[in-house]
């Protein structure tokens, strides 16, 4: 079938401009799926389904690299405990990896969507009017505003997170660099120089510039740390189904700390 004939306009009640299914023929983006089986690698694919086309450089080992980065970070995690504990109550691999998904949001894996949105929306005037005034233009229009700029500081990597400085190396070892990833580094400088205390870039802020100048839109952030979180999500509900008791306990009621009202006669 010629690409010409799938664009005749007809109407339907679905659309998609990625991917369509024939007997024998599955194309993606305009490629063959088949035909990349064993030529292409997933981070590849990732590129082509968020960016709309093959990489031209190094950008699916990037993504590969981003992947990797994120895919476990133990069990004092809001998704991993609420894989598992779901997993405890008997219910199947996927619906346990599904509840540890849903425990990803703007506190745990979102961070990367913001600073990504943060360096694009800003990256143009940090070319034209200097990358250390529009860093500190930025900073100061957040503390107005009392907001956090996320991608920045961890509470348990200190004084660096070891998995900014590898991605970091990597990208320049690589040559996909850009400007976005040297306005993150002007932020964190400026940062330190504005509060008076290191916060320092993390995995999030790291894997958002580093998207941000693979030019691929803020919008995918989440996505990124859902692709690779599931990986470690899925490993975590075998274990628990393998070797644990179902409906497991991880506290005890002497755990609890009730703070209501005492027990009380109903009128």
């Not at 082509?48 to 699916?60: A, H, R, V």
């Not at 598992?84 to 996927?94: E, F, N, Y």
Request: proline share 4%; aromatic share 6%.
């Amino acid at each position: 079938m010629e690409v010409k004939e799938m664009k005749k306009s007809r109407k339907t009640l679905l659309r998609t401009e990625i991917s369509w299914v024939q007997p024998g023929k599955i194309l993606l983006k305009g490629y063959n799926l088949i035909e990349m089986i064993g030529r292409k690698s997933f981070g590849d694919m990732i590129y082509l389904l968020f960016s709309g086309d093959l990489p031209k450089g190094n950008e699916g080992k990037m993504i590969e690299a981003i992947l990797v980065s994120s895919c476990e970070h133990g069990l004092a995690t809001p998704s991993t405990s609420a894989a598992r504990s779901v997993a405890s109550g008997g219910v199947p691999l996927q619906a346990a990896v599904a509840a540890g998904i849903i425990g990803l949001g703007d506190s745990h894996g979102g961070a990367i969507e913001q600073c990504a949105k943060m360096l694009q929306e800003n990256i143009g005037e940090a070319r034209e009017k200097g990358f250390e005034k529009t860093a500190e233009r930025v900073i100061k229009d957040y503390q107005a505003r009392k907001r956090r700029i996320h991608g920045y500081g961890h509470g348990i990597h200190a004084p660096e997170d070891p998995r900014k400085v590898k991605l970091y190396e990597y990208a320049r070892e690589i040559k996909v660099t850009g400007d976005c990833i040297r306005f993150s580094e002007a932020v964190e400088l400026k940062l330190k120089e504005l509060t008076g205390k290191p916060l320092p870039i993390n995995v999030d802020g790291a894997i958002g510039a580093v998207i941000s100048d693979l030019g691929i839109h803020w919008t995918f952030g989440k996505g990124f740390f859902l692709i690779s979180r599931a990986a470690g999500l899925t490993a975590h509900v075998q274990e628990e189904h393998a070797k644990e008791p179902p409906m497991r306990r991880v506290y005890t009621w002497d755990d609890v700390d009730y703070q209501g009202v005492p027990e009380r006669k109903i009128p």
